[in-house]
């Protein structure tokens, strides 16, 4: 199971994108709401996620986490002591830490991106703290996985799928919906 944290100010795109995507490929994903179970998006879309972080369970069944960009919304998810015991847990534990647009700034501000190559939104790269930085649209290095921006947000799905399953399968998924 996967969770997409969903703060306050997130972009919507890099949340809703690869969430369908990783539900295509039959993967299990469960939007948590930080601070309440509907939350708004930067644009001003609301969305009911499926738990709020105080629900959440932190243990083997969890594979990994996925935080969208957006602003206010990094600034929201980096806030969050229930985000940050998830990336803890999954930085302990080898699981997948997938930051799209702002958000591997807060993954960088723990040091998580230290010696892996990474990228983020132009702008962001003095917070990927110990990085190799990359001029890579979406780039996975071990259990990281990292994205520019709303643009390559479903390669940034797509990139999951192959982490979590096998690259064919992401394949398949690619050619369905008519993606080049």
């Given at each position: 199971?996967?969770?997409c944290f969903l703060a306050q100010g997130f972009e919507e795109v890099e949340a809703i994108a690869p969430i369908d995507m990783l539900r295509r490929a039959k993967l299990d994903v469960k939007t948590v709401g930080?601070?309440?179970k509907t939350v708004t998006g930067s644009h001003g879309i609301p969305f009911v996620c499926d738990l709020t972080d105080d629900?959440?369970?932190l243990d083997d069944a969890l594979d990994g986490v996925i935080l969208p960009g957006g602003m206010p919304g990094t600034?929201?998810?980096e806030k969050s002591e229930r985000v940050q015991a998830a990336l803890d847990y999954c930085s302990k534990n080898g699981k997948l830490l997938c930051a799209i647009c702002a958000a591997p700034s807060v993954l960088g501000h723990k040091g998580l991106l230290r010696g892996k190559e990474a990228t983020?939104?132009?702008?962001?790269?003095?917070d990927l703290l110990g990085a190799v930085l990359s001029d890579n649209y979406v780039v996975t290095d071990g259990n990281v996985?990292?994205?520019r921006g709303a643009g390559v947000a479903l390669d940034f799905g797509f990139a999951i799928i192959a982490a979590l399953r096998d690259k064919?399968?992401?394949e398949q998924i690619k050619a369905a919906i008519q993606c080049p």
């Amino acid at each position: 199971m996967l969770y997409c944290f969903l703060a306050q100010g997130f972009e919507e795109v890099e949340a809703i994108a690869p969430i369908d995507m990783l539900r295509r490929a039959k993967l299990d994903v469960k939007t948590v709401g930080v601070g309440a179970k509907t939350v708004t998006g930067s644009h001003g879309i609301p969305f009911v996620c499926d738990l709020t972080d105080d629900e959440i369970t932190l243990d083997d069944a969890l594979d990994g986490v996925i935080l969208p960009g957006g602003m206010p919304g990094t600034l929201n998810l980096e806030k969050s002591e229930r985000v940050q015991a998830a990336l803890d847990y999954c930085s302990k534990n080898g699981k997948l830490l997938c930051a799209i647009c702002a958000a591997p700034s807060v993954l960088g501000h723990k040091g998580l991106l230290r010696g892996k190559e990474a990228t983020a939104f132009p702008g962001f790269e003095a917070d990927l703290l110990g990085a190799v930085l990359s001029d890579n649209y979406v780039v996975t290095d071990g259990n990281v996985i990292t994205a520019r921006g709303a643009g390559v947000a479903l390669d940034f799905g797509f990139a999951i799928i192959a982490a979590l399953r096998d690259k064919a399968t992401a394949e398949q998924i690619k050619a369905a919906i008519q993606c080049p």
